[in-house]
């Protein structure tokens, strides 16, 4: 099953160019492994102790994308081990990673959390936080963090008129940094919207990266919560 989901959202994700991040959060590795047979390279968690457990468990080639809050205590644990940061949600937490990369000598990629939805408990940076933060060029104070993108999530509801908006939003910022930087902010490329209930209304808003995890996996068993 499995691996049938892998193979068809494949099919309906390659030829459009859009990663499909598979969310595995809350599932053992043998689920895991089930996706990384059927071809599946990009995994996704929230928790940085279960993907500190996971990671020595998989294959190498596994690219570990983090998408929960990183809580700054945790930073250093998940430094050099993951391929993309895509929650970056404060300018703290933004600064305190590139502390630590520079410390350990690497370079991590990163996504800010962009805040859109109508829900106080979504955090993140406001549009005009980010407009500013790209407008006074703050990038530039980074030295060993590669700012790839944008990553946010709709409004949690079923007014798809609500989420198609979200994502029109996230969209049009996208391509407003990118305009107004132009060729000074290299490789800002990425955009993540769209889980597994609305990633088809962020494939018609012009997502690049999906974070799909119950339609590849099933329904989480929290039970260790
Ligand atoms: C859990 C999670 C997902 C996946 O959600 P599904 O509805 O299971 O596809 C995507 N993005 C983030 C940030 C998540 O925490």
């Known amino acids: 099953m499995i691996a049938e989901r892998i193979k068809s959202l494949h099919q309906q994700l390659d030829p459009l160019g859009v990663t499909l991040v598979a969310v595995s959060k809350f599932h053992p590795v043998e689920a895991l492994m089930q996706a990384y047979d059927a071809g599946q390279r990009i995994f996704g968690e929230s928790r940085v102790q279960e993907l500190i ?59 800010l959390q962009a805040h859109i939805a109508q829900e106080e408990t979504k955090t993140g940076f406001s549009p005009d936080e980010l407009l500013e933060y790209f407008d006074t060029k703050s990038y530039n104070s980074l030295k060993s963090t590669h700012i790839c993108g944008l990553m946010g999530m709709a ?71």
């Open 53 to 111: 457990a996971k990671i020595p468990l998989l294959p190498k080639d596994i690219q570990w994308h983090f998408i929960g809050h990183l809580q700054t205590n945790k930073i250093r644990q998940i430094i050099g081990h993951t391929s993309l940061i895509e929650s970056v949600d404060s300018l703290r937490l933004l600064n305190l990673i590139d502390a630590e990369s520079s410390r350990a000598g690497v370079i991590t990629r990163i996504l």
């Open 155 to 225: 409004t949690n509801t079923d007014d798809s008129i609500r989420i198609n908006q979200d994502f029109a939003q996230l969209r049009r910022l996208f391509g407003d940094i990118r305009t107004s930087q132009g060729d000074e902010l290299r490789g800002f490329d990425i955009l993540s919207m769209g889980m597994s209930g609305d990633y088809v209304d962020a494939l018609n808003h012009g997502t690049t990266s999906v974070r799909i995890g119950t339609t590849i996996f099933g329904s989480r068993q929290y039970k260790n919560e």
